[in-house]
Nanobody, 121 residues
Framework: QVQLVESGGGLAQPGGSLRLSCAAS????????TSWYRQAPGKERDLVAT???????SYADFVKGRFTISRHYAKNAVYLQMNSLKPEDTAVYYC???????????????WGRGTQVTVSS
């Protein structure tokens, strides 16, 4: 069994900051990449940022320069530091990772249940 659990969401004021965490647990052999997605009410789920096992990062244009994705290898944790938040950043943020479990040779996609981020004054 593998689980991804997000935390750190909440209410922030415009211009404020939040730090999201995604913790992976279970019989994990390796994690190829971890991504953050977000989904606002009535909208599609959008890719926000990705970090690979090698440490390469990529960002959606709408968060470049404001959000930073990072990883703690020993803890199997990934973080999303969100600065200069805007009301349009309001969404449920999901963690997604490609994980190889013990006894398997293939990486499979796993998703967390999401954490709500609301940006409002």
């Amino acid at each position: 069994q593998v689980q991804l659990v997000e935390s750190g969401g909440g209410l922030a004021q415009p211009g404020g900051s939040l730090r999201l965490s995604c913790a992976a647990s279970g019989s994990i052999v390796s994690i190829r990449y971890t991504s953050w997605y977000r989904q606002a009410p009535g909208k599609e789920r959008d890719l926000v940022a990705t970090i690979t096992s090698g440490g390469s990062t990529s960002y959606a244009d709408f968060v470049k320069g404001r959000f930073t994705i990072s990883r703690h290898y020993a803890k199997n944790a990934v973080y999303l530091q969100m600065n200069s938040l805007k009301p349009e950043d309001t969404a449920v943020y999901y963690c997604n990772a490609a994980i190889r479990r013990t006894g398997y040779t293939t990486h499979y996609d796993y998703w967390g249940r999401g954490t709500q981020v609301t940006v409002s004054s």
